[in-house]
């Protein structure tokens, strides 16, 4: 199993860390205990160390199902990751709460890896203003805290005021070879190199989106590797950066857990004809682009409700992927019926006042036609 050492800290993880987000589920929509429990033995027994849960996991569930399972293993044998879900901290004292209910579930007397989850240059502002990066400086102090630092979601600008307010043990971004611009992107990572702040990154697949592609992209990764699973060339491009120490994976699936399993325990980093592959690779993609929609939101509100940005991120994605399953929940659940292309009443008031002077009337036609059809459902 690779092994990467966080030097300013004084341990070494595993490369591959086993996200427990994604764990199987059963028809009622709960954890597949035996299943995942199996999932997660395997792991351990092939060198993975490092585990990562949060207390929304899985409804709730994902913490105390960890904590079960971990319990039959020696506490100093794996590091356990999970998250302050600060948007439940109204006041200082919801800290403690939620930190000694955490303990509870997870069934340990610390925690490893604990972040500040999700955070955002507005949350982040409010919980500076709470004190509760102070409060969890103390807990550091007492021991319960080994090593403290934050997950984020937002732009560059707030990820570089986060990270330099105070010398973090770690921190952990969404990094992949599609997403070098977005957040974070390659200069977070450059500025956390910089500043000798140990990343682990998630959503090295993009939520799968880097597993299954089209067969003409398929088989220019064939021509690097035919034996090799599509996903490993994302995990090896994260892998490939020195600064990166832990790659956290969502494993739903056995399967999913014997690929990642065979790409980390002989590890490696990518040639440079592969970076030069996959970048040719991500010009394709990204020349697959229906329109120019930045998602500024100018156009919105729509008067018949449509979320014009949101179709047109849908079917931008669909288009580049060539794969409707990357955007089926988004277009199905997440914009629905209701909010979807069709409802256009064509009064034009989004045209007006979009700055990119896109055809949106037209667009949310096309929009509509190629998501129904499903044409690329892979």
Known sequence: MEMRSFDKLGIRTSLLGFGCMR????????????????????????????????????????????????????????????????????????????????????????????????????????????????????????????????????????????????????????????DTKDGPGMRGYEL???????????????????????????????????????????????????NVKVILSGMSAMDQVEDNLATFEKFRPLSEQEKETIESVVTLINSRVQNGCTGCRYCMPCPAGVDIPGNFSAWNTYHMYQNYNVVRWNWENQLGESKQAKNCIQCGKCEQACPQKLSIREDLKKVQADLDAKEFIL
């Open 192 to 242: 956390a190199e910089k500043l000798d702040i140990p990343l682990v990154i998630m959503e090295p697949i993009k939520g799968g989106s880097l597993a299954c592609f089209a067969e003409d992209i398929t088989e220019v990764f064939r021509t690097m590797d035919k034996d090799a699973s599509i996903a490993s060339f994302a995990l090896r491009w994260v892998g490939s950066l020195p």
């Open 23 to 178: 764990f199987p589920v059963d028809a009622q929509g709960k954890i597949n205990e035996p299943e995942a429990e199996r999932m997660i033995d395997r792991a351990i027994a092939a060198g993975v160390n490092y585990i990562d849960t949060a207390y929304p996991y899985h409804n709730g569930d994902s913490e105390p199902f960890v904590g079960k399972v971990l319990k039959k293993y020696d506490r100093g044998s794996f590091y356990l990751a999970t998250k302050l879900p600060c948007w439940n901290v109204k006041t200082l004292e919801d800290v403690d709460r939620l930190f000694n209910e955490q303990l509870s579930r997870l069934q340990t007397e610390y925690i490893d890896f604990y972040l500040m989850h999700a955070m955002n240059g507005e949350l982040f502002a409010r919980m500076e203003k709470l004190g509760v990066v102070k409060r969890l400086e103390e807990l550091k102090a007492e021991g319960r805290i080994r090593n403290l630092g934050f997950s984020f979601h937002d732009s560059y600008e707030a990820f570089e005021r986060i990270i330099t307010y105070r010398d973090w043990d770690f921190c952990q971004i969404q990094l992949n070879y599609m």
